[in-house]
């Protein structure tokens, strides 16, 4: 396996399709040894505990701490055999109620996303688009406002990036529908409409400039 990587990889090599399989039989041995193990401690999956994996990336779900700790050991020691080693950098502990910092983020940025979007939308009539006063102080207070929240967070930048394109464009394609379906529709909206688009156009460039990846420029196209 490390000659396809001109011997540069000490674990599992994932790349080559050859890889993920033989990656997938490992892994799940691993799986079976590790149950069998637990078992000898009396310890039920499904019970007690319960071990979730998507390809290495391993989660572990217990009762209480002393399970937890066991089953790590366990776990630690189960791929040692293998030559494999669990990556500390990104192993992490969380308690129920879960909370991340990544949900703090995310339901944050709802409340400023809501905020714009309701500068646009009126849950009460959805049939009406509001008419924007000021386009450019909208961008820029929007733009203003995710700086503020991620001014030293390049990793949730790029979130803010995504979600906030994702947003504009569900609205960009609720409003083609409906302008399809109904003349009145776009006629009486058609000012507003244009409003939202040059809004929208400007964030969403803006955005794209720091977020680089396929899937933003694919939404934009659609705008």
């Not at 630690?76 to 950098?89: A, G």
């Not at 192993?91 to 339901?107: C, D, Q, V, Y």
Request: glycine share 2%; aromatic share 12%; proline share 3%.
């Amino acid at each position: 396996m490390q000659s396809i990587n001109y011997n540069e990889t000490a674990g599992i090599l994932i790349g080559p399709e050859v890889s993920r399989i033989f990656s997938e039989v490992l892994f799940q041995d691993i799986d079976r040894e590790v149950e069998n193990l637990l078992g000898k401690l009396q310890y039920l999956n499904g019970r007690d505990y319960t071990i979730r994996r998507y390809v290495d990336d391993i989660f572990i779900f217990t009762l209480n701490e002393t399970i937890l700790n066991d089953v790590k050991d366990i776990v630690e020691d189960t791929l040692k055999k293998y030559k494999l080693t669990v990556n500390k950098q990104k192993t992490s502990t969380t308690l129920r109620p879960f909370s991340t910092a990544k949900s703090g983020t995310i339901n944050h940025l709802n409340e400023i996303l809501n905020s714009l979007t309701s500068k646009f939308i009126d849950p009460e009539n959805p049939e009406k688009v509001k008419k924007i006063y000021s386009k450019r102080n909208t961008v820029v207070s929007y733009l203003n406002k995710i700086k503020s929240m991620f001014v030293l967070e390049r990793e949730n930048y790029n979130l803010a990036s995504g979600y906030t394109i994702s947003s504009l464009t569900n609205i960009a394609i609720d409003l083609d529908r409906k302008c399809k379906s109904s003349r009145d529709f776009m006629k009486n909206n058609e000012r507003q409409i244009s409003d939202f688009f040059y809004v929208a156009t400007e964030i969403i460039f803006h955005l794209f400039s720091f977020h680089l990846t396929i899937i933003p420029p694919l939404k934009y196209a659609f705008l």
